[in-house]
């Protein structure tokens, strides 16, 4: 079972930036893919990046392309996502995600293996 801890989101001003950090438990963490999805109010949960596990490859959805960036730290169990030129459109609660398969399974927006508490975002304009 693979613990997901989110920490960093918050309330900030449109073109701040902001960087969540999700720590697992998972002593094997450099096993798993990791990415992040987050909700609004009112829509669906869906995709926002993508990891691969040694770091390689990275994926994101059309919407924050350019302005976010995911990275991981194997040593320390922990994946950022570095948030810049925010919106009030990114609004949202972020959910880190593990999954043992492929960073490519969570682009695709499959159902991740594991999910974090989540984390609020508000933006204001």
């Known amino acids: 079972q693979v613990q997901l801890v989110e920490s960093g989101g918050g309330l900030v001003l449109a073109g701040d930036s902001l960087r969540l950090s999700c720590a697992a438990s998972?002593?094997?963490?450099?096993?798993?893919?990791m990415g992040w999805f987050r909700q609004a109010p009112g829509k669906e949960r869906v995709f926002v990046a993508a990891?691969?596990?040694?770091?390689?490859?990275?994926y994101y959805a059309d919407s924050v392309k350019g302005r976010f960036t995911i990275s991981r730290d194997n040593a320390k169990n922990t994946v950022y996502l570095q948030m810049n030129s925010l919106k009030p459109e990114d609004t949202a609660v972020y959910y880190c995600t593990a999954d043992p398969v492929s960073a490519s399974k969570l682009r695709l927006g499959s159902p991740p293996a594991y999910w974090g508490q989540g984390t609020q975002v508000t933006v204001s304009s």
């Open positions: 990891i691969s596990k040694n770091g390689a490859v990275t």
């Open positions: 998972e002593r094997t963490f450099s096993s798993y893919a």
